[in-house]
């Protein structure tokens, strides 16, 4: 462990598994709403494999949805490689997640119609009936996750307490989630 985690005299390290991950990662991409959903590129993609990306569930078991064109860039690096990597920010100081996943691609109607929202029209003209929607499914694999314990104001009165004697008081929790 690094010198500022043993410096530290509260527990600051959980690793989280099954429902307890799940949750955290729920709780996490509600509160982020969009994320970086990153693929591996195939010669010539203008995104370089990484795009900001709406989520649109999270679901109990912590899988992830997205709506995406079938005739993107995406879909077609997640058909050569399923394997995705997704970042998350949910505040400027707190809420960071990062996953890795397995993503599949479909054109399920009722999916469609669970996730849909009106919004979607701006990239689907054709509104929910567009034949381009797909349905992306992101399965974590497993990740890393840091976070505030109690809310960003607790933790920024943590530091300064512990700026004026002298002592690491930050309210962090980080570890490993494995869904």
């Given amino acids: 462990m690094d010198s500022i985690n043993r410096n530290q005299p509260e527990h600051n390290r959980e690793d989280l598994a099954g429902t307890d991950a799940a949750a955290r990662i729920r709780d996490m991409t509600k509160d982020a709403e969009s994320c970086f959903f990153c693929t591996t590129p195939l010669s010539g993609s203008e995104t370089g494999g990484t795009r900001p990306m709406a989520i649109e569930e999270a679901d109990a078991s912590g899988a992830l949805w997205f709506l995406s064109a079938s005739d993107s860039h995406k879909n077609a690096e997640i058909e050569a490689d399923p394997a995705v990597r997704l970042y998350f920010q949910a505040s400027k100081h707190s809420g960071f997640l990062a996953l ?40 974590p694999t497993g990740g890393y996750y840091w976070d505030n314990k109690h809310g960003d104001f607790v933790a920024a009165s943590k530091m300064v307490v512990g700026a004026a004697i002298g002592k690491t008081l930050d309210d962090s929790i980080e570890g490993r989630v494995s869904p």
């Fill in 100 to 139: 890795d996943g397995h993503a599949t691609i479909s054109r399920d109607r009722q999916r469609i119609e669970d996730l849909w929202n009106p919004i979607m029209k701006t990239w689907f003209t054709g509104g929910k009936d567009d034949p381009r929607i797909t349905v992306i499914q992101v399965k």
